[in-house]
């Protein structure tokens, strides 16, 4: 092997590396792609069991406090979601991993007019769980109960669960921070902090809007 082609093999392998490594600090979908941020997204369970399906919004009593949810439909397509860093670097187009961001249900309320983000709700009384519910959080500086994570299960893959510890938003804060797992109720998935393992799940690409 000639010096010259010594050398263009290392810079090849360089290249590589640093394109790999820049891809690892991102959310990837299903297809291999890092997640862009503010495209839709189905947010896809990926329990072994077979427990629930896309994420969607569920009425618990019919009242207009909405949960976010898993669908018991295993095949249809839920509900679309955007993420919407906190803190997005200004030439960033993906969701990196790890970082405070909005998730938004693109849909609007159909029983009274709401936000549709994804809120960690205060303690419920019967699992003693903070359920994720929907609407702003307009009662704190910064409304990190609206900011969530996409933590990465193992590194390389595209299993991923969703954390609520918005220190970004608020560095010197102390929060109790969790992951969100699921709750059984009258034949309904609810999404909630704690109570065990995180729910793993996939992001997968719409096939809705320019692209």
């Known amino acids: 092997m000639t010096m010259r082609s010594l050398s263009m093999f290392l810079l090849g392998h360089v290249w590589f590396f640093m394109i790999t490594r820049s891809i690892a600090q991102f959310v990837v979908d299903t297809n291999g792609k890092p997640v862009e941020r503010n495209k839709e997204y189905f947010i896809r ?14 009425s618990r009593n019919g009242s207009c406090l909405l949960q ?7 095949i249809a397509n839920g509900l679309a979601v955007k993420f919407t860093p906190f803190a997005a670097h200004h030439d960033d187009d993906y969701l990196r991993l790890n970082r405070d961001v909005r998730i938004t249900f693109q849909t609007s309320s159909s029983c009274c007019a709401q936000s549709t983000d994804w809120r960690l709700g205060e303690k419920d009384a019967t699992s003693g769980r903070q359920l994720i ?35 970004e938003v608020c560095p010197n804060c102390r929060f109790e921070c969790g992951t969100v797992s699921t709750i059984w109720e009258n034949g309904k998935i609810l999404l909630a902090l704690g109570g065990g393992s995180a729910h793993p799940i996939v992001l997968h690409k719409t096939n809705r809007g320019p692209w």
């Open 45 to 58: 369970s990926a329990a072994i069991s077979g427990i629930g399906g896309d994420s969607i919004l569920v």
């Open 68 to 74: 976010a949810g898993l669908d018991n439909n295993y």
């Open 133 to 167: 519910i929907i609407g702003r959080d307009g009662g704190t500086v910064g409304s990190y109960g609206n900011f969530f994570r996409i933590v990465q299960i193992y590194t390389g893959g595209t299993l991923y669960y969703i954390q609520w510890c918005p220190t």
